[in-house]
């Protein structure tokens, strides 16, 4: 691997519970976000540094679809793989500085596939019960299921039991699709 003067190590946290501080105190150009960590994952922290307003470059590496659909949403700048080799990850820091959405190819396949299936408009979404929409609103804004459950005060079994119910209304296969169907059709 090639060195990467042009490239500074600022910080190495363990989890994103303090991201708003950290960044304001080390000043990164780009942030590399895991999204599996304890505490405040990479999700919440990416969340949270986008309500915040802070626009900084974030890299998220994680290679799952739902999780990689999620990222996106939630606006990070471009998503890469653990498996990534090292100067790939080097390009994909210098191409999120400079503006760009540097995407691993594989995930940039993931994304294309949801984006270029076919969803039924809006009429899917009205035949949601109220609880489903609140359900899928959580799930739109990233939470998990365990801290969708607990923010609507249901069993994890409830929970589920909506979840199945919205992925036949909405004629999806997973949470992802689902989030994506609503992000297009822009109604919750």
């Known amino acids: 691997m090639q060195h990467a003067d042009d490239i500074e190590l600022a910080a190495v946290f363990n989890n994103c519970k303090n991201v708003v501080k950290n960044v304001a105190f080390h000043k990164p150009d780009v942030v590399l976000m895991d ?77 294309l596939k949801l984006f270029s299936q076919p969803f039924q408009k809006l009429t899917d979404l009205q035949l949601l019960t109220a609880r489903e929409h609140d359900v899928l609103a959580l799930l739109v804004r990233g939470y998990s299921y365990k801290m969708a459950a607990s923010e609507i005060d249901i069993a994890i079994e409830t929970l589920r039991f909506h979840i199945k119910n919205i992925y036949v209304k909405l004629h999806v296969n997973s949470k992802s699709e689902a989030v994506a169907k609503v992000i297009q059709d822009k109604t919750i």
């Open 35 to 111: 999204i599996d960590m304890p505490v405040e994952n990479g999700l919440q922290g990416l969340r949270t540094l986008r309500a915040a307003g802070n626009e900084i470059g974030v890299l998220t590496v994680f290679d799952d679809n739902e999780r990689v659909f999620q990222a996106i949403c939630h606006g990070a700048s471009g998503y890469t793989l653990k498996r990534t080799p090292p100067e790939k990850i080097v390009e994909a820091i210098r191409e999120a500085h400079s503006g760009g959405a540097p995407m691993d190819p594989s995930v940039a396949k993931q994304v």
